[in-house]
């Protein structure tokens, strides 16, 4: 019985398939095949990031989809994919017509940024691919987006150089403007993609409810009336541009997850007429219009993706709340149940004992049930806590040993040995009492002699060691009676597995029963 509860952002679907996907073998035809799909992909949104260019008039574009795209594709398959990013690449830059020079440095220049992000997303912060807590976003912000993009903005940079596009006084310019493109789309196209790819793992379709396509319908037509017009720099239409932004964030709690396909849609369509000139961006200076694509991309995308894994943990710690009460009310329903059979086996045994002196002998019968009440009073009131002190257990312990010497006289030989600093630690009620019992019953009952029983109680570390050792022989009696399983049961229910119950047999022919309770929780 164990109160814990496995959450459901720490192994998803979408994880168990990546980590199934990291064992196929780099030479292999399943990943040949799974790099000439990504290779397509990569080549498709590079061909899309092209159009991009022409918002700066340079060689570089404010949001880049294709780094976004190459990033997901190693934090879905590993490291064993990065040919996807090396092909399509090159494919892209080569259907441009690019210097071949600079075709080879920028497909190793994004090859090196995806194989970096991955490194220190999955093997130095453990990212999670399923997006449900707000630091997976984090490390997407501050480690995956912006270090590999550091050196592959460098190397792009320099094979413009190279080939004499870019002078070398251009390139603190160029570099920058290489990264925040690079930066920019990953924070747009890595979420989405792996929403996509969580939905594939999972064979389920994106079923969005009915009214989010009316949504999205509604955002394109938003994003429409605030681009769709040119020459409209440092106008009062300047608002426009960002008039889809409360639409997006309510998306964002009411869609979580698939808040991703509105930022990509309106990110990507407002990138667009800008690049074609049109909507409330444009400024007269090309690089003051790049300088306001990138402001816009930065609010929608970080904004969103963190609102949506803020609601995303919101909800998972809350289900894991409900798990949670609904283990304890169970734990709860389970220690009523055990302390309902517990009170009645201890008063079947003193009846019992009862009735044997009734005829033997009446005064002592008279005091029996005099000290049977007493006990009951005392155990009925400890029964109603979870814990109580350990003193508290042992006077009901003394009084019921006090009542089995009434009946064994001089064949109960009984000795306590307490550690006084184990007084206050706090127990289960009558738990302790239930290994005396037993050790009444299997000890003393079945002998005619005078036998031994000793009882101790030991602080271990931070732990208490409750210990009661008869004479006898371990048998089938001992471990399944009534008071062992309650023992156990209840254990399990407070401590899990923190809490150890043993019966053994000793070299010296006696039964020892102990339980060693964890530190005080």
Partial sequence: MNGGVILPWEKGASEIKKSRGSQVPFLSRRNALECLLGAIGVFTLCVIGQEFYKVSGTLAAPLWPSSGLALAILLLGGWRLFPAITLGTIAATQTYGDNLIFSFLGSLANT?????????????????TSMTR??????????????????????????????????PDGIPLSSLLFWTGNVLGILVFTPVA?????????????????????????????????????????????????????????????????????????????????AFGMGPLIRYDAMATYAEMTVFIIIYSIS??????????????????????????????ELR???????????????????????????????????????LRTSLRLTRNERVPLREELLVINSYLELQKIRHEHRLDCSLDVDPSSLDY???????????????????????????????????????????????????????GLGIHSIKGEL???????????????????????????AEI
């Fill in 112 to 128: 090196l940024e995806s194989l970096i992000g991955w490194f220190l997303m999955v093997r130095v912060f453990g990212f999670s």
């Fill in 304 to 333: 969103c993706l963190i609102l949506m894994a803020a609601v995303e943990e919101g909800r998972e710690l809350s289900s894991r709340a409900l798990d949670l009460k609904l283990t304890a009310v169970r734990n709860e329903a």
């Fill in 194 to 274: 792996l929403r996509i790819a969580e939905c594939w793992n999972q064979r389920s379709s994106l079923r969005l409810p009915s009214t989010a396509f009316l949504w999205f319908l509604i955002l394109t037509g938003i994003v429409l009336l605030g681009f769709c017009n040119r020459f409209t720099a440092h106008s009062i239409l300047y608002p426009l541009a960002y008039l889809s932004f409360p639409l997006l964030v309510w998306l964002a709690v009411s869609l979580r997850k698939d808040v991703t396909f509105a930022v990509a849609l309106v990110t990507t369509m407002a990138t667009g007429f800008t």
């Fill in 492 to 518: 399990a229910a407070l401590y899990g597995e923190k809490a150890v119950f043993s019966l053994r047999q000793s070299l010296n022919h006696s039964v020892i029963a102990e339980i060693r309770l964890p």
């Fill in 134 to 167: 707000i630091r997976d976003i984090i490390v997407l912000i501050l480690a995956g987006a912006p270090w590999g993009t550091i050196v592959s903005a460098l190397i792009c940079t320099l094979g413009l150089v190279e080939i004499g596009a870019v002078k």
């Fill in 337 to 375: 149940f055990i302390r309902a059979n517990l009170n009645p086996h201890f008063l079947f045994n003193s009846l019992n004992s009862i009735k044997s002196l009734i005829s033997e002998d009446p005064v002592k019968a008279q005091a029996a049930v005099i000290s049977l009440s007493d006990i």
């Fill in 426 to 480: 706090m127990i289960p009620p009558m738990i302790f009492h239930q290994l005396v019992e037993n050790a009444v019953k299997h000890g003393v009952e079945s002998f005619s002699e005078s036998t031994p029983i000793r009882i101790r109680c030991v602080v271990e570390g931070n732990g208490l060691l409750l210990s009661v050792e008869n004479a006898g022989q371990l048998d089938f009696g001992h471990e399944s």
